[in-house]
């Protein structure tokens, strides 16, 4: 069962637009939620857990329990925001301790 | 950078060789964890390691066998290589396993011909 689903393979914006990438998961229990992005020729690494309630390079994410949703703003893209963006999970369920990445989303910030 | 590596970087392969990748790392986490990254299917949990001899499995483990026999070496297993499991697999290690967040070593590309 696909327990986190990013809709988006390849997202453009122009530079100064707003930005929304989304991430829906399904799973059952609290789980927690995060983004991590890999940016050209670098690892993959953090950006923000909902957690902290942080916001990170200008980026914020809500997790929205209702909509079952953590989706990923920016008010306004900059270049260096052209990265690849996963959205994961971690859980505690009967198999023990789980950690579901999406498939990604490819952004590309326009100048 | 987190201080983690892995080797080797690069690896090409036949069909039915076993294959061992290394994890390497220098923080003294408790937790790491091995991942295969794949087109159309984001990162996966092949198996994880929660403390020396301590491994449980994720989501994708048939064909992997992992060993942690100390804190800083998490080691991942084909035993008899296949095609399918051409990928670019990462280790990754953390402080806790839920919420803590998650380093990532540089990656190592394995082709299986």
């Known amino acids: 069962a696909q327990r986190v689903t990013q809709p988006e393979k390849l997202l453009s914006v122009f530079k100064g637009a707003p930005v929304e990438l989304k991430c829906n998961y399904s799973?059952?229990?609290?789980?927690?939620l995060f983004w991590y992005v890999q940016y050209s020729r670098q690892r993959l690494q953090l950006l923000l857990r909902?957690?902290s309630r942080e916001s990170i390079k200008g980026f914020t994410a809500d997790l929205n329990k209702g909509e079952t949703s953590f989706h990923l703003k920016k008010p306004f893209a900059q270049e260096e925001d052209s990265a690849m963006y996963y959205c994961?999970?971690?859980?505690?369920?009967?198999?023990?301790?789980?950690?579901?990445f999406g498939t990604g989303t490819s952004l590309t910030v326009i100048p | 950078d987190a201080g983690i590596t892995q080797s080797p970087r690069h690896k090409v392969t036949e069909t039915g060789t076993p294959v061992t990748l290394r994890c390497h790392q220098t923080?003294?986490?408790?937790?790491m964890y091995w991942y295969r990254q794949d087109p159309g299917h984001g990162l996966r949990l092949i198996h994880y390691?929660?403390?020396?001899?301590?491994?449980d499995k994720g989501e994708v483990s048939d064909g992997y066998s992992v060993s942690r026999s100390k804190t800083e070496d998490f080691l991942l297993t084909l035993e008899s290589a296949t095609s399918s499991q051409t990928s670019v697999y990462f280790c990754?290690?953390?402080?806790?396993?839920?919420?803590?967040?998650?380093?990532f070593g540089p990656g190592t590309r394995l082709t299986v011909l």
């Open positions: 990754a290690i953390s402080g806790r396993p839920s919420t803590d967040t998650q380093y």
């Open positions: 994961a999970l971690s859980g505690l369920d009967d198999t023990g301790n789980q950690f579901y």
């Open positions: 923080e003294n986490h408790r937790y």
């Open positions: 799973y059952s229990g609290s789980p927690e």
């Open positions: 390691s929660y403390g020396v001899k301590d491994t």
């Open positions: 909902h957690i």
